[in-house]
């Protein structure tokens, strides 16, 4: 069993920059962690994820050149920074983790066994 904790989401103007952290009980240089997002009315999206192998991270097209994931395996942390946000980024971010490491499904939520409560990102004009 892998619990998530989720911190640092907020508001900010468009253009401004947050950064996520999701914390886990347990890591593994196997798993696959992320950050998914879902806005009212949407289904719930990838954003980015990344390996426990040291992979480079893998991100939506939405997202490509503004947001950045990592990881401090020491810490048992993954971190989204986001930056040069936009009101269409506005959404509850979670964070989700599996045991295996990310493939070319990673954006599918279905895959993902372990979730955070989420936190709220709300971005305005």
């Known amino acids: 069993q892998v619990q998530l904790a989720e911190s640092g989401g907020g508001s900010v103007q468009a253009g401004g920059s947050l950064r996520l952290s999701c914390t886990a009980s347990?890591?593994?240089?196997?798993?696959?962690i992320g950050w998914f997002r879902q806005s009212l009315g949407k289904e719930r999206e990838g954003v980015a994820v990344?390996?426990?192998?040291?992979?480079?991270?893998r991100y939506a097209d939405a997202v490509k050149g503004r947001f950045t994931i990592s990881r401090d395996n020491a810490k048992k942390t993954v971190y989204l920074q986001m930056d040069s946000l936009q009101p269409e980024d506005t959404a509850m971010y979670y964070c989700?983790?599996?045991?295996?490491?990310?493939?070319?499904?990673?954006?599918?939520?279905?895959?993902?066994?372990?979730w955070g409560q989420g936190t709220q990102v709300t971005v305005s004009s």
């Open positions: 989700a983790a599996t045991l295996r490491l990310c493939g070319n499904w990673w954006s599918s939520w279905q895959f993902f066994g372990f």
């Open positions: 347990v890591t593994s240089s196997m798993d696959c």
């Open positions: 990344i390996s426990g192998d040291g992979s480079p991270g």
